[in-house]
């Protein structure tokens, strides 16, 4: 659940402040009344009241032996005002964030507390020294109140108490365990009243008390700490006392030092004993009343509660919520989540922002501010602006979508926007209403710049920058001349300076002010100028936000590099693969491999890093980094089981896509009653003068004639094509290079083969291509498969792995999830496109020991574009471009008959690429061992 701590924090902050977006409204419009020289005087000294009140922590810590820096903790300070205010548990969240950011820095929690508990008391001692002073100011005016008497007595008994406490655990310990005690039993008594009877843990009254001795020791053995603590608290006091007295003169209110201590007093006291949060609401309210109380004017009293409260506590407190995120409380994982949700609210907001836009150009301006603003601006400037905002809103809501992709182009453009949308708001209409919420966001986008880093195309920016330049001087010459030389089409005659100014009206207002054509061509003319910048306005934008464009696989150093890497720590069936032409490698820092390549917006790698096992960890990490900067999705392809943790600590989906068997050849054999069919069809295939021989390489010419035959026999059977990536392809050089088991016939003609791939750190030779003729004998395959078991074994080999058996056993489980029993289905029914299950049945007759192989992805929305690329991967071609041209191909084949003289073509099954069929389906039972 703390992974979710921060979005969570987050959402409740945009609550927050649209609960109280009446009293931040108040506060801009209050703030412009003020004399701003004091108002930012008052801002110093409210960060120097924060300041102080870090500083009280840091020596109260230090008091502890929990040292700390005093940047971190001036963090945590205002990062407490904010998680005090959204989770409202007495000021124990603020408590929860120094001890948790005290551990995390290797330190004791119980120490934490207890430094907390002295800069508790010497915060609060020094302000009782202020309250008694306002309190006697208060008696002595004849304005003291009962609650404000009921307040203090609170606040002084509590301190009173904490006092007592200490002085217990420094001279009478005994008894200080008796009173926790004491009220450990109370309390849960009367928890039991209402069923709740273990309020208060078992060992709650012991640990209290132990913490409360340890403390009042080592104050002892230390005092100057309490008092350099108490002197820090007081100095903060009189900087927020001094904070206070700045506001009243911003606002030309005289006020005696009397009534400011006694005002500041008031108003600390309720900020303190309030059972609201940081006093949301009842110091709001309660602060006028007494300033009022105190002879202040009812005007001046809301003006100066309203200004201090937004500079000592709403400012703070959204301050607060951007130091968040930098605490130690998170983990890497969690700072990840956290930074998701950052980008998610940047994302939403541009989207509303774009939505205001287009509702307040269409909505008419408040009739008061258009007469003013008329005493400004023209009117054209007024309705261009208008329009201005609207296509504002558009961009706004393209760039959202930009911005989620984490765009670092898009980000400076969304800024871009949001400032000519501001400047617009105000001149269409003085709405600065809509222009605020711009410029808010505008300062949020700022906060959060660090999460917008991926990168667009270097050559694709340049060719859209080009495109701009040239778009917008072939635009403006377009449009010059075509008023200059068609001006007859028009109501006016046009000068070349006239011609000129129309142009560039029309693209800096998209309004044109007394433009009136008076023929078709000319309202044509006009129009196509439109149509011309927004058709090469629209292409640069979308070369501005193409991802990183991969355009060469890896340098000769790299790949050296990473060879080094593989073969050193390479230990699954695809780290050969993984050298193969068309990867690219990324390295980490800790010196692993990520062989990948890039379709689309995915970068899809080959299998698990290699590497060392533990910087598995971290390689994950900073390749998603790497992925997120280029503006690419992330996805693995056939991963492991023992390496899912770390995908999904890395906030990575996962799906079971099938089984890799491994045959372990010390205990294969074709003995028992179930291999009877297998042993039948070798020794009938062995009488015919069938027999299986291993070509070693380098392959002589002539023999690599007869594989390329069968290959292209297979493939024009199957009617399919060279798969890649993930496995080898016939290629000459390849193949030639290979050893290559190989059946030959009666008459020593080739009618099968297969080639194999030796393992780096495995003892296991695994099997890449199987194909033959489209005529072969029952139990072919099984003579070419039993062969390389027989040869793998006597060569010294301790499995053979028979490759991934795609869809096997995924979904069986109830409690698999819906996607991947979706998959189940297809697996046991849809055979007429390719058959799953009769190539698992195949290689399930030499009984291998089956393992779960998994692709791993960004989320469930991101599956369709990871599963095209992953198509165009494999296939090296483009399924949506190959499918439409399949398409036509056939309808234009295709004769034109009538639809009643048409028959049905029954299409035959489309096999596995790795499985052996027989021609007819009673053969190809038959080959598989399954009659």
């Not at 230090?62 to 005002?81: H, N």
């Not at 009293?301 to 130690?328: D, N």
């Not at 050969?576 to 692993?592: C, I, N, V």
């Given at each position: 659940m703390r992974r979710w701590l921060f979005p969570l924090l987050t959402l409740t902050a945009v609550w927050v402040v649209f609960?109280?977006?009446?009293?931040?409204?108040?506060?801009?419009?209050?703030?412009?009344?003020?004399?701003?020289?004091?108002?930012?005087?008052?801002?110093?000294?409210?960060?120097?009241?924060?300041?102080?009140?870090?500083?009280?922590?840091?020596?109260?810590?230090?008091?502890?032996?929990?040292?700390?820096?005093?940047?971190?903790?001036?963090?945590?300070?205002?990062?407490?005002?904010?998680?005090?205010?959204?989770?409202?548990?007495?000021?124990?969240?603020?408590?929860?964030?120094?001890?948790?950011?005290?551990?995390?820095?290797?330190?004791?929690?119980?120490?934490?507390?207890?430094?907390?508990l002295v800069q508790m008391v010497a915060d609060y001692g020094a302000f009782c020294f202020l309250l008694l002073i306002g309190l006697f100011v208060l008696l002595q005016m004849g304005s003291l109140r009962w609650y404000e008497i009921a307040a203090s007595l609170a606040l002084l008994l509590y301190i009173g108490g904490m006092t007592v406490a200490l002085t217990l655990g420094l001279w009478r310990p005994d008894w200080l365990h008796s009173v926790f005690v004491y009220i450990q039993r109370g309390t849960n008594a009367v928890g039991g009243w209402f069923r709740h009877p273990s309020l208060l843990a078992e060992d709650w009254s012991e640990r209290n008390a132990d913490e409360f001795i340890e403390t009042s020791h080592r104050l002892v053995a230390q005092p100057s700490h309490l008092l350099r603590t108490v002197l820090i608290s007081l100095a903060a006091h009189i900087a927020n006392l001094a904070s206070l007295y700045a506001v009243f003169v911003a606002f030309h209110q005289p006020v005696s030092l009397q009534i400011l201590i006694a005002g500041y007093a008031m108003t600390m006291l309720f900020w303190i004993v309030s059972p609201t949060?940081?006093?949301?609401?009842?110091?709001?309210?309660?602060?006028?009343?007494?300033?009022?109380?105190?002879?202040?004017?009812?005007?001046?009293?809301?003006?100066?509660?309203?200004?201090?409260?937004?500079?000592?506590?709403?400012?703070?407190?959204?301050?607060?919520?951007?130091?968040?995120?930098?605490?130690?409380?998170?983990?890497?994982?969690?700072?990840?989540?956290?930074?998701?949700?950052?980008?998610?609210?940047?994302?939403?907001?541009?989207?509303?922002?774009?939505?205001?836009?287009?509702?307040?150009?269409?909505?008419?301006?408040?009739?008061?501010?258009?007469?003013?603003?008329?005493?400004?601006?023209?009117?054209?400037a007024q309705r261009g602006s208008r329009l201005t905002s609207v296509l504002a809103g558009f961009a706004l809501l393209l760039l959202a979508q930009a911005l989620w992709r984490r765009k670092r182009v898009a980000w400076?453009?969304?800024?871009?926007?949001?400032?000519?949308?501001?400047?617009?708001?105000?001149?269409?209409?003085?709405?600065?209403?809509?222009?605020?919420?711009?410029?808010?966001?505008?300062?949020?986008?700022?906060?959060?710049?660090?999460?917008?880093?991926?990168?667009?195309?270097?050559?694709?920016?340049?060719?859209?920058?080009?495109?701009?330049?040239?778009?917008?001087?072939?635009?403006?010459?377009?449009?010059?001349?075509?008023?200059?030389?068609?001006?007859?089409?028009?109501?006016?005659?046009?000068?070349?300076?006239?011609a000129t100014r129309q142009t560039f009206v029309m693209f800096a207002e998209f309004f044109d002010p007394g433009l009136q054509p008076i023929t078709g061509f000319g309202r044509y003319f006009a129009d196509s100028i439109y149509l011309i910048g927004v058709t090469t306005f629209g292409y640069a934008f979308m070369l501005l936000l193409r991802p990183v464009l991969l355009?060469?696989?890896?340098?000769?150093?790299?790949?050296?590099?990473?060879?080094?890497?593989?073969?050193?720590?390479?230990?699954?069936?695809?780290?050969?693969?993984?050298?193969?032409?068309?990867?690219?490698?990324?390295?980490?820092?800790?010196?692993?491999?990520?062989?990948?390549?890039?379709?689309?917006?995915?970068?899809?790698?080959?299998?698990?890093?290699?590497?060392?096992?533990?910087?598995?960890?971290?390689?994950?990490?900073?390749?998603?980094?790497?992925?997120?900067?280029?503006?690419?999705?992330?996805?693995?392809?056939?991963?492991?089981?023992?390496?899912?943790?770390?995908?999904?600590?890395?906030?990575?989906?996962?799906?079971?896509?099938?089984?890799?068997?491994?045959?372990?050849?010390?205990?294969?054999?074709?003995?028992?009653?179930s291999n009877k069919t297998i042993r039948a069809n070798i020794n009938k295939l062995g009488r015919m003068g069938y027999r299986a021989v291993m070509h070693r390489p380098p392959l002589p010419l002539s023999l690599l004639v007869q594989l390329r035959a069968i290959s292209d026999e297979w493939l024009a059977m199957m009617r399919g094509r060279e798969l890649r990536f993930s496995m080898g392809r016939f290629d000459d050089a390849y193949v030639q290079d290979s050893l290559v088991m190989a059946v030959h016939g009666p008459d020593d003609s080739l009618v099968a083969f297969a080639n194999l791939v030796p393992e780096y750190q495995r003892n296991e030779v695994a099997v890449d291509l199987m194909r033959r003729q489209a005529k072969v004998e029952n139990g072919t395959m099984d003579l070419l498969f039993v062969s390389l078991f027989e040869w793998a074994r006597e060569t010294g080999y301790d499995t053979f792995n028979l490759g991934l058996s795609a869809l096997s056993g995924v979904g069986d489980a109830e409690n698999d999830p819906a996607l991947e029993r979706g998959l189940h289905y297809i697996y046991e029914h849809i055979n007429q496109f390719y058959n799953f299950k009769g190539l698992h049945e195949f290689k399930e007759k030499y009984r291998p020991d089956w393992s779960p192989r998994y692709l791993i992805f960004p989320g469930y929305a991101s599956l369709p574009a990871v599963g095209l690329a992953l198509q165009s991967a494999m296939t090296g071609e483009n399924f949506v471009l190959d499918s439409m041209k399949e398409y036509w191909a056939v309808r234009r084949s295709q004769p034109q008959h009538k639809a009643a003289d048409t028959k049905p073509v029954e299409k035959p099954d489309a096999p596995s690429a790795d499985m052996p069929l027989a021609v007819d389906e009673e053969k190809r039972r038959v080959d598989m061992g399954t009659q």
């Open positions: 609960a109280r977006m009446a009293e931040i409204e108040n506060l801009s419009h209050t703030f412009a009344l003020g004399d701003w020289r004091w108002l930012l005087a008052g801002l110093v000294l409210q960060v120097l009241y924060y300041g102080g009140l870090a500083a009280s922590y840091h020596a109260a810590l230090a008091a502890v032996d929990v040292p700390g820096r005093l940047r971190d903790i001036f963090a945590v300070a205002l990062a407490g005002v904010y998680v005090n205010t959204v989770a409202p548990v007495g000021g124990a969240a603020n408590a929860a964030l120094f001890v948790d950011d005290a551990a995390r820095r290797g330190h004791s929690r119980t120490r934490a507390a207890m430094g907390l949060s940081n006093g949301v609401g009842i110091v709001d309210g309660l602060m006028p009343v007494m300033l009022v109380s105190m002879g202040i004017p009812s005007v001046s009293a809301a003006i100066v509660s309203l200004t201090y409260r937004g500079i000592g506590f709403w400012l703070p407190m959204l301050i607060g919520f951007v130091l968040l995120r930098r605490l130690r409380i998170f983990s890497q994982t969690e700072h990840n989540v956290a930074g998701e949700g950052a980008i998610g609210i940047a994302v939403l907001a541009t989207a509303l922002m774009g939505i205001v836009n287009l509702v307040s150009g269409a909505l008419p301006a408040a009739r008061e501010r258009m007469q003013l603003l008329m005493q400004i601006l023209p009117l054209e400076w453009l969304t800024q871009a926007v949001l400032l000519y949308s501001l400047a617009a708001h105000l001149v269409k209409g003085l709405d600065f209403e809509e222009a605020s919420l711009a410029g808010l966001l505008v300062l949020y986008l700022w906060t959060q710049r660090s999460h917008f880093q991926a990168l667009s195309d270097p050559p694709s920016i340049w060719q859209g920058i080009r495109t701009l330049v040239v778009a917008g001087l072939f635009t403006l010459a377009y449009g010059v001349f075509g008023f200059y030389v068609l001006d007859r089409h028009f109501s006016q005659q046009f000068s070349l300076n006239a355009r060469t696989t890896s340098t000769p150093a790299t790949r050296a590099r990473a060879q080094k890497v593989i073969e050193q720590f390479g230990h699954s069936s695809l780290a050969r693969f993984t050298l193969f032409p068309g990867k690219t490698h990324w390295l980490s820092p800790g010196g692993s491999v990520v062989a990948y390549t890039v379709r689309g917006r995915v970068a899809l790698a080959l299998g698990d890093p290699i590497g060392p096992s533990q910087d598995v960890a971290e390689t994950v990490t900073g390749f998603l980094a790497f992925c997120r900067r280029n503006d690419w999705q992330t996805a693995f392809y056939q991963t492991a089981e023992d390496t899912l943790e770390v995908y999904r600590a890395a906030g990575l989906a996962s799906l079971c896509i099938g089984h890799e068997g491994v045959v372990d050849l010390h205990t294969f054999s074709l003995g028992g009653g």
